[in-house]
């Protein structure tokens, strides 16, 4: 039986495994930067800047869901789900529907107006399981962001 639940401090271990597992899927495993003091200090340190929930099966983490309050200036309260992970060996047996379905609920509980996410245009399993829940999937938003180096090196101008 699958168990979702909110993530405790001494599930950070697993979750940075599924984090490198997915990177691994993303063929991006030397982007992950992130170790286990890291990642507790910011999901129970004392700026909290996310949360998680876990799927477990006799105990096991197999699955997670990285999720963080967002806000935006037309709808107001958010979430923004950084990444929904289901180990490899039990995927297609309705983990990550099961994660999904809870955030959604917790959603509903908080009051949120909006769930967002992103998703590579490359995934097309991803793709289909979020169409599953009527999800809207944009092809006008397009992702921009700053990396450390870039926000490191910005000069700014001191006139």
Known sequence: MINIR?????????VLEL??????????????????????NDAFGPEKFFNFLVAEIGGKIIGMALYYPKYSTWKGRCFFLEDLIV????RNQGVGTKLFEKLIKM??????NRLMW??????????????????TISSSWLDCKL???????YQFDER
């Open 6 to 14: 909110k993530g405790k401090k001494k599930d950070i271990p697993f």
């Open 19 to 40: 984090i490198k597992e997915l990177a691994i899927f993303e063929n991006a495993e030397v982007e992950v930067d992130l170790d286990i003091d890291v990642l507790e």
């Open 87 to 90: 180990s490899k060996d039990y």
């Open 107 to 112: 959603g509903r509980k908080n009051g949120i």
């Open 118 to 135: 992103q998703v590579l245009d490359w995934n097309q399993s991803a793709i289909n399981f979020y169409k599953k829940f009527d999800a």
């Open 147 to 153: 990396d450390k180096n870039q926000i490191n090196n």
